[in-house]
């Protein structure tokens, strides 16, 4: 009966981690696309 709550809140939590990692990937990414390419420092 009160594992229901306790699920309910891993679920949530795992959800909320999820959508926060996939929204700064790819802020990440769209930042990164604006960079110039002389600028670009990663793997040189």
């Known amino acids: 009966m009160g594992w ?6 891993y679920v949530l939590a795992g ?3 999820l959508t926060y ?6 802020k ?6 604006r960079v110039p390419e002389d600028k670009r ?3 040189d």
């Open 4 to 9: 229901d709550f306790v699920i309910i809140g």
């Open 15 to 17: 959800l909320l981690f």
């Open 21 to 26: 990692s996939v929204t700064l990937l790819r």
């Open 28 to 33: 990440g990414r769209a930042l990164a696309a």
């Open 41 to 43: 420092t990663f793997l």
